[in-house]
């Protein structure tokens, strides 16, 4: 299912990951954005991934999602990246500091440090 004025068809990245077990397919969608991401766009990846035949989804964003969208995850194999784990994600694999803004601080970035 591709978004208004994109050509992805849903997915932005296939990645494949092999080892002596056989071979994994991730399917991959970034979002940039500085609102809570739709929980439709989550939900969408469960359709992406029978599509391409993907084990796993990643859904990355320079923002946040909501508890739709975590609970939806939770329970068909998609992981979810917001911002401040793309963050520290690019700092520990790349080794660069990015700095990602936003209007405003997420709620629950307040309260504590989602994983």
């Not at 071979?23 to 969408?44: G, H, L, M």
């Not at 859904?59 to 508890?67: D, E």
């Not at 329970?75 to 401040?84: A, E, F």
């Amino acid at each position: 299912m591709a978004h208004p004025g994109s050509r992805d068809e849903g997915v932005d990245a296939v990645a494949v990951k092999r080892d002596p077990l056989g071979v994994t397919v991730f399917a991959i969608e970034a979002k940039r954005s500085r609102n809570v991401i739709d929980p439709n766009t989550v939900r969408a990846m469960a359709g992406v991934m029978n599509d391409v035949n993907a084990s796993y989804a990643i859904v990355v964003t320079t923002s946040w999602f909501g508890k739709a969208s975590h609970d939806f995850a939770a329970r068909n194999r998609i992981r979810l990246i917001n911002g401040r784990n793309l963050k520290a994600l690019m700092a520990e694999h790349l080794g660069v500091d990015v700095l990602i803004g936003l209007p405003k601080l997420p709620p629950q970035w307040r309260q504590q440090d989602i994983t």
